[in-house]
């Protein structure tokens, strides 16, 4: 029951974010939720593919762009107070070497949709066991509801957390939750 109810209040929270957020950018209103903070590193990485959207499969994907998504996020990001840094690649290695680089960047949090690396990536894996990068692991579609290969995650064990199934919103919804698991983890370094 409560898998239920947690869905229940993620479509919810999701409904939300797609009303408020051009109210928001159409008035400039500050997001009273996530206060603005000492300036946090957050890394979104977009996998294979996800350079195709608003094409590719939009009753799957949505109609939304890369870019579009890539402009609410950093809309998001301004009215917070974060810094944000966007990785898009179709290679595998381009992945591991973004992740590996983050620690060296000092990245605080990664967002990453593996899209297909999801289900056969050792190596990015890997890479996150390397760095201990905190990261949320995100899908546009509803991976339990597809094919049954989708539903196995190399990462999913590793992550805070996974949002799937939100379109677009599952990247806002993914970046609010790394600025809360930021501004508590800052918390109790400072304590």
Request: aromatic fraction near 8%.
């Amino acid at each position: 029951m409560k898998i239920v109810d947690n869905f229940a209040n993620l479509v919810l929270i999701s409904q939300k974010l797609d009303s408020i957020l051009p109210i928001c950018e159409n008035r400039g209103l500050f997001n009273p939720v996530l206060e603005p903070f000492q300036m946090t590193n957050i890394l979104v990485i977009h996998g294979p593919n996800l350079n195709m959207l608003g094409k590719r499969e939009p009753e799957v994907y949505g109609s939304d762009t890369l870019a579009v998504i890539n402009q609410n996020l950093n809309q998001m990001a301004d009215q917070n107070g974060v810094q944000l840094q966007t990785f898009q690649s179709n290679t595998e290695g381009d992945i591991v070497s973004c992740i590996q680089q983050a620690g060296v960047k000092e990245i605080e949090f990664i967002i990453i949709n593996p899209a297909a690396y999801t289900h056969t990536s050792i190596a990015i894996r890997d890479a996150f066991l390397a760095t201990r990068i905190p990261f949320i692991e995100v899908h546009l579609s509803n991976v339990y509801a597809r094919e049954e290969f989708r539903m196995h995650s190399y990462l999913s064990d590793l992550a805070v957390g996974v949002i799937s199934g939100f379109g677009k919103n599952s990247y806002l919804l993914a970046f609010e939750a790394a600025i809360i698991h930021c501004k508590q983890s800052s918390n109790k370094r400072t304590q």
